[in-house]
Structure formats: C-alpha cells, structure tokens
C-alpha cells in the first residue's frame, strides 16, 4: 500500500461487495435460475396459482389450460433446438436490420435458447423440488442463462456505437468466450443429471453433431490486445467517462504519458537495435552503464537526433515510475509515537504554555 498502488484500496472492498447480498456461490446457485425459471415461464406461474384457486372447476380449467400449455411449448423447443442442431442454425431467421458479421450470432443464440428452455422444462419436470436442491445443475442453467445475456448485451452495444469496424475483435471475442461457456454449462447439465436416460435424450438433442464452439483464437486474442494497449478511437470508447486525473504525478496520468511514450520510442529503439546488431554501434557497455550511455553513443554515431534521444530517455523514466513500488523507511510512523520528554518543577521553560507551532507528538 502506497501513493502509487491507486487501486489498492478498490482490491480491499472487493470482499465487501460480493458479501453484502450474500456470497457469489448463493447467488449462482439458487437465486438467478431457481427463482427466475418460476417468474420468467410462460405457464409454471399459472399452474401453481391454478392449484391455488379456491373454484374447483376454475382451478381445473385453468390447470389444464396451463398444463398443455407447458406441454406444446417443451415438445416446440425441443423440436427447435433439434432442428438448429442438426441444421447448425444456419436457416434461423433473423432481422435485416442486424450488422452482416453478427447474423450468425443471432442464429446461434437462438439455438442456445432454446437448448436453455428445453433442459429447464425437463429438468424442473423430471427433478421437481429437488432441482434447487442440486444446486450445481440450476448453477450451470443460470450461468448459461447470464452468458445470453452477455452476448446480448455485446451485440447491442456494438448496434448501438455504430458498428465500428475498430471494436469488431472485442466483439468478435466476446461472443466465442461467453458461447464456448455457455456450451461448456450446457454439457455439464447433461453429463451430471441424475437421470442418465433422459441425459442421453437431451445430449442427442442439444448437441445432435458435437459441439460447435471452442475457445477464442490466439490470433483474435493478440488483435484485442493490440487495441487495448495502443491509444485508438475504440480504447476511448471503451474509457469513455472514466476519471483522469490531471496531475502529471498523479500514478494513472504517469501510466496513461508512459502509454504515449513509450509507443513514440518503439521505432526509434528499433533503430538502435538494428545498429548493434549490424555492428555500427557498441552494445557493450561497462558495469554500471545504462541505457542513457547507449542512448549517447547512437546520438554521437549519427544513428539518431536530438529529439529522438530524448524521446528513449523520457519514455524509460516514465516506465520506471510506473513499475517503481512506493518505498518507506523502517521506523515509519514510530516518532510520531515517542513518549514526550519528563518535565521537572524546576524547569521553567517546561511550565511555560506551549506555543501552537510546536509539534505535538502522541504519547504511546
């Protein structure tokens, strides 16, 4: 801890927001999916309100209304989701309106919904109150529940901001990773429900040809870092409203200077590295040498000008500063607790009142 760990104290509350509600575990197990299937389902809130009818002949037409509702629309999604299986989604209509390199998306978040809807009926068929119970398998139902809407969530953005042809990587990625989630919690639903017979049916269904998804590309992976470590239009997008101070010591503005220096200095180190290996420049330096005598004998061979050298120079101190750890003294904060020195009667200067400039000091 220390001026330069700006996020140091962010860490500590870390704890203190995932415990408030209750532990990440409770809320993933219990909360998002065995709560939400009951008040998100099109019939399984009107047949228990059907049971609650004090009209028996009410309460039986509403049941059965609902019940063969509920009926139709397993029997429909699990038909869906066979389809888009066997067919890869490719034929699952989609708005005109969408942009070209995110159809497939949709076509595939539809099929995963309707894999979604499909295990949930079984599940809370087959299991019935016993479902909350096993709370791994509501767990991954609501992970991939939480994972949809992420992909929601980016594709609308990326609609939203315009569809800038900057951001399509992180757009790109974020989609494979939450899928290949997503697809990861739909076979773990399968693989360890009690029932192995209805398992085999759902696993014919859900994933009649494999699975489709694997994880993000190494490729799409360096392309995302890329934008995030170069100053570009889609890093400020993405920074958009985030605070910046504008102190130039301030440890985020040293982070955010050595950013910019640091990519003005990569060409001309290239120029450097490229005399010493050709021979035009001495790499060997003495003990206790660093880049600054480096840096001066390429200035003095002609390699590279003034500017330039002050440019590598500026861009290693602001690194540096950036990696350099906040250091104190052993005895920190010890003075401030040393006992205040014994007054005797005879000193008159002691019974004098203390002027309000002289410094106080805590008594241990």
């Known amino acids: 801890m220390g001026p330069s760990n700006f996020i140091g104290a962010a860490y500590m509350q870390l704890p203190v927001a995932i415990t408030v509600e209750g532990a990440n575990i409770l809320t993933r197990s219990l909360i998002v999916f065995g709560q939400g299937a009951i008040r998100c389902h099109p019939y399984v809130l009107q047949e228990i309100e059907a049971t609650r009818e004090t009209d028996r002949t009410k309460a039986s037409v509403a049941f059965d209304s609902a019940m063969f509702g509920h009926v139709r629309f397993t029997l429909a999604n699990m038909a869906r989701a066979l389809v888009m299986g066997f067919t890869g989604s490719h034929f699952v209509d989609v708005s005109a309106d969408v942009a070209p390199e995110t159809r497939r998306y949709y076509q595939q978040l539809t099929r995963f919904s309707a894999a979604l809807a499909f295990l949930a009926d079984v599940s809370m068929g087959s299991l019935g109150g016993a479902l909350k119970r096993k709370e791994k398998l509501s767990a991954r139902l609501g992970d991939v529940l939480s994972l949809l809407y992420l992909c929601s969530a980016t594709l609308k953005r990326y609609e939203m901001e315009g569809r800038q042809a900057g951001d399509a990587p992180l757009m790109h990625w974020a989609i494979w990773d939450a899928m290949f989630s997503a697809q990861s919690a739909l076979e773990g639903v399968v693989s360890n429900f009690p029932n192995r017979v209805i398992a085999a049916v759902m696993r014919r269904i859900v994933f009649p040809l494999g699975r489709p998804y694997v994880v993000p590309s190494d490729r799409l992976g360096h392309e995302v870092a890329k934008l995030l470590i170069e100053p570009s239009a889609t890093r400020d ?38 005399a010493t290996r050709d021979g035009r420049l001495e790499a060997k330096l003495p003990p206790g040498a660093g880049l600054a005598l480096l840096v001066e004998r390429a200035q003095a061979a002609g390699i590279i000008d003034a500017s330039e050298a002050e440019t590598v120079l500026t861009a290693h101190e602001l690194t540096a500063e950036v990696i350099r750890v906040d250091d104190f003294p052993p005895d920190l904060g010890v003075s401030m607790l040393a006992p205040p020195e014994p007054v005797t009667v005879h000193d008159a200067s002691a019974m004098a009142p203390r002027s309000a400039e002289a410094p106080r000091r805590r008594v241990a």
């Open 237 to 274: 997008r993405l920074t958009a409203g985030m605070y910046l101070p504008q102190q130039v010591d301030h440890p985020v503005r040293v982070i955010e200077r050595a950013l910019v220096a640091v990519i003005a200095a990569a060409p001309i180190e290239v120029k450097i590295k490229t």
